[in-house]
């Protein structure tokens, strides 16, 4: 009897619930991946296009052509990648330095009344400041070198950070809490157990954008800042100005949407992931 | 875990009462500052249910019934007078309120986790209580993969595995068709029967409430208090559609229009 009402019942619910999203994964990688090449593609069109309009001279404003054969050699180039490691290095730490600030911060301030009462608007109003303003500054505390440029990149993603788990914090539905209370949750275990996880997706979008913000201020903080004798990729992009390089500059640019586009996607992943467990997409979506 | 936890929902629990009582309200009362204006929700509410009772509290929406719940289950101090409730309260809403990053089995095995059961018994014990409300099999979905009802049957399972005393519910079923509500009834009435639960059930339909209780309070609106009980003789389990069942229920629902009109 039991067994029959249950099977019943699952017959009914079954019509009832969604499917889960089918087909081959390549398939659905190619669906997310040819907008992204088909807009690659217009955007060389155009480079193309105004090189061979005339509107500058090749030496100003080089094709893709020329650009790409630069980038290749610089490749085989030690200094070249060298530079690519340690601005990938500073990136790393500055924002891993970001992460960790910025999620104290965070709970810190969304657990402490008066703290939120203090500086609740003001880490939404530094998350609109650009951090390079504080760059000066960060020079004359910290000396050029790289603790200046590493105050600069926290300053700039922290806030951004601390946002998303805040605004997460505040947005946890009122009712999960009230359940956190009734199985009887309170203090820690329930942010360990309800709060932190409803405010995960939130804090995802805050990392998302802290990183954007963290590259930013490391690529504005490294053409200002000549650290040492060191070639980061934004001291490449300084000198490559110096010398009228703009075959290396358009190469050096090259480099760096990649590694921004590449890890925003990574973040975009995350987010979707996160986002579809806590069945926040809609469907088909 | 830590005792307090166990002491869950007790917090009323001080000094002696009476032993066959499970639950007890005293002239309490309730009132919310609301647009300058004292709103008062309850009003010297008295009630008793006994161990193992199953009871029923219907009343107009905005009667208080929800804030009465609230306050039982701890969520809320109320202005004056008391509710007790003697040991554990699980509470459940008319919203599933499930753990969204939660699977099935995972919403039952927090409550189970919080209450402090060891981790080598969470798995077997969530699969039991699941398969209890008929959810074998559906261990390992998210809730947004389940039905309304579903979900319901999933913070039914949660609610037991917090091993509570009174089960106190808001509306529980007043989102879901009539045949899923149906199926809830028979199978809140088969657990309460298993288990000795008592339960104080919270609806603003006469029929669910005859349909389910060994007694029903008649709430007043604005300020909420108890206006009328009655109890139901009817044998179990009965039917939604009897026509005795419709006499007392036709009694109760002239009782909340007169209610209204005033």
């Given at each position: 009897m039991a067994t029959e009402l249950a099977a019943d019942l699952s017959?009914?619910?079954?019509?009832?619930?969604?499917?889960?999203?089918?087909?081959?994964?390549?398939?659905?990688?190619?669906?997310?991946?040819?907008?992204?090449?088909?807009?690659?593609?217009?955007?060389?069109?155009?480079?193309?296009?105004?090189?061979?309009?005339?509107?500058?001279?090749?030496?100003?404003l080089p094709g893709p052509g020329p650009v790409f054969k630069r980038l290749a050699q610089d490749f085989s180039n030690v200094n070249f990648d060298l530079g690519v490691a340690i601005t990938l290095r500073r990136a790393l730490i500055g924002y891993a330095t970001a992460v960790a600030i910025g999620s104290a911060l965070g709970i810190l301030v969304a657990r402490v009344a008066v703290l939120r009462k203090a500086i609740g608007s003001a880490i939404l109003g530094l998350q609109s400041m650009p951090s390079i303003a504080w760059f000066p500054l960060a020079i004359l505390l910290f000396g050029l070198n790289e603790t200046a440029i590493f105050f600069v990149v926290i300053l700039g993603a922290a806030p951004a950070i601390a946002g998303g788990l805040l605004s997460g914090v505040d947005h946890v539905q009122p009712i999960l809490v009230r359940v956190g209370h009734v199985m009887g949750a309170r203090g820690l275990n329930l942010y360990r157990y309800v709060i932190l996880p409803a405010a995960l997706p939130s804090f995802v979008g805050g990392l998302k954008q802290g990183w954007a913000f963290a590259w930013r201020s490391l690529m504005a903080g490294e053409i200002i800042g000549i650290v040492g004798h060191q070639v980061s990729l934004g001291q490449q992009i300084?000198?490559?100005?110096?010398?009228?390089?703009?075959?290396?500059?358009?190469?050096?640019?090259?480099?760096?949407f990649v590694i921004g586009v590449v890890i925003d996607s990574l973040f975009g992943v995350l987010d979707r992931g996160i986002r579809r467990r806590w069945g926040l997409l809609g469907e088909g979506a | 875990?830590?005792?307090?936890?166990?002491?869950?929902?007790?917090?009323?629990?001080?000094?002696?009462?009476?032993?066959?009582?499970?639950?007890?309200?005293?002239?309490?009362?309730?009132?919310?500052?609301?647009?300058?204006?004292?709103?008062?929700?309850?009003?010297?509410?008295?009630?008793?249910?006994?161990?193992?009772?199953?009871?029923?509290?219907?009343?107009?929406?905005?009667?208080?019934?929800?804030?009465?719940?609230?306050?039982?289950?701890?969520?809320?101090?109320?202005?004056?007078?008391?509710?007790?409730?003697?040991?554990?309260?699980?509470?459940?809403?008319?919203?599933?309120?499930?753990?969204?990053?939660?699977?099935?089995?995972?919403?039952?095995?927090?409550?189970?986790?919080?209450?402090?059961?060891?981790?080598?018994?969470?798995?077997?014990?969530?699969?039991?209580?699941?398969?209890?409300?008929?959810?074998?099999?559906?261990?390992?979905?998210?809730?947004?993969?389940?039905?309304?009802?579903?979900?319901?049957?999933?913070?039914?399972?949660?609610?037991?595995?917090?091993?509570?005393?009174?089960?106190?519910?808001?509306?529980?079923?007043?989102?879901l068709d009539a045949i899923t509500r149906d199926r809830l009834h028979e199978e809140l009435e088969r657990i309460w029967t298993e288990t000795?639960?008592?339960?104080?059930?919270?609806?603003?339909?006469?029929?669910?409430?005859?349909?389910l209780g060994d007694r029903v309070l008649v709430f007043t609106s604005r300020p909420g208090r108890v206006g009328h009980e009655v109890k139901v003789d009817l044998p179990r389990p009965r039917s939604l559609d009897s026509p005795e069942l419709a006499v007392i229920a036709g009694r109760i629902t002239d009782r909340l229009k007169h209610e209204m009109t005033i």
């Open positions: 017959s009914v619910d079954a019509v009832e619930t969604a499917p889960r999203p089918s087909g081959f994964p390549l398939r659905r990688v190619w669906a997310g991946l040819w907008p992204k090449l088909a807009a690659a593609a217009l955007l060389l069109a155009v480079w193309q296009a105004v090189v061979w309009s005339g509107w500058k001279p090749d030496y100003v300084q000198f490559a100005r110096d010398f009228s390089d703009t075959e290396q500059l358009l190469a050096i640019i090259v480099v760096i | 875990m830590s005792s307090n936890i166990l002491q869950l929902g007790a917090g009323h629990a001080h000094g002696a009462d009476s032993e066959e009582h499970s639950l007890s309200v005293e002239r309490l009362s309730m009132a919310f500052p609301h647009d300058g204006r004292l709103l008062v929700a309850l009003e010297g509410v008295s009630l008793e249910v006994e161990q193992g009772e199953l009871v029923c509290i219907v009343g107009a929406s905005g009667s208080g019934k929800s804030t009465l719940l609230n306050i039982l289950a701890g969520l809320d101090e109320p202005t004056s007078g008391r509710g007790h409730v003697h040991g554990r309260v699980a509470l459940m809403f008319q919203e599933a309120a499930l753990l969204p990053w939660l699977t099935a089995a995972g919403n039952v095995e927090l409550a189970l986790e919080l209450r402090g059961v060891k981790r080598s018994e969470r798995r077997d014990m969530a699969r039991e209580l699941l398969n209890r409300v008929h959810l074998a099999g559906f261990e390992k979905r998210l809730p947004h993969e389940l039905s309304g009802g579903m979900k319901q049957r999933v913070a039914l399972a949660r609610a037991l595995a917090q091993d509570a005393d009174v089960l106190l519910m808001d509306e529980p079923f007043g989102a000795g639960l008592t339960i104080l059930f919270v609806t603003h339909n006469a029929r669910e409430a005859v349909r």
